[in-house]
């Protein structure tokens, strides 16, 4: 159960935020299941969404989803489980349309996990997470996981909510060619589950924190409808 003395020594921006987010007493869940819907930017322009995923800190993720392509299903799942990620998506159940996997796909689905904490504040509370307050509305989380070095920077309001989170992920940006490159987005609604509370409405990614992120980076907007903590 969540202490608030617990982050007592922490720097005032971290402790707003862990303090928002965590209710005293809360159960530290670093597992959940979440429901969404949203829409997402694929070649043929913005499609609609609604998936469900798991979250589990110390194995990794599964993001499942449906979606229409020009008025046709695409199902399918990105996940990283102990260390291996890949990506299944096909056309009416039968036809590939994205087959990934491989070390590079696991490094860049681990940036995709660190950036998702938001959605599990008790994992940061670890005690290997450094945090580092950079003024009086934005803090820094710095630690690695899942073979990833992340710094995960939390734009923070004045009450303690998520307003944005950034960091550099490991990607290709449809090059081919794989390196760090800015990565996050923008919340502009909360919710509280069983004494947890977590951004519900984003919108994520590539160039975040540049001009690019607006008019090319942006792909995926989402709301999150339900969520259970383990």
Known sequence: ????????????????????????GARLGTCARLTMTGTIKLASGWCGFEAVQVLRWDRGF???ARAKVRGLPVTGF?????????????LLGLFPLVQAEGAEIARAAAG??????????????????????????RTVA????????????????????????????????????????????????????AGTTIPVRLR???RFGTPAFETEGEFFRCTVNTVEFR
């Open 1 to 24: 159960m969540f202490e608030p003395s617990s982050v007592g020594h922490l720097p005032p921006v971290a402790r707003r935020y862990l303090g928002h987010a965590l209710a005293p």
């Open 62 to 64: 599964v993001w499942a």
């Open 78 to 90: 990105d996940r990283l489980v102990d260390g291996a990620a890949a990506m299944r998506w096909k």
């Open 112 to 137: 995709r996990l660190h950036a998702e904490a938001i959605w599990l504040p008790a994992a940061l509370l670890d005690p290997e997470v450094a945090w580092t307050d950079r003024g009086d509305d």
């Open 142 to 193: 710095k630690f690695e996981a899942h073979g990833e070095p992340s710094e995960l920077a939390l734009g923070i309001s004045s009450t303690g909510a998520v307003a944005s989170c950034s960091l550099l992920r490991w990607g290709d940006l449809g090059t081919g060619e794989f390196a760090y490159h800015p990565f996050g987005g923008t919340a502009d609604q909360e919710r509280t589950f």
């Open 204 to 206: 994520v990614g590539w």
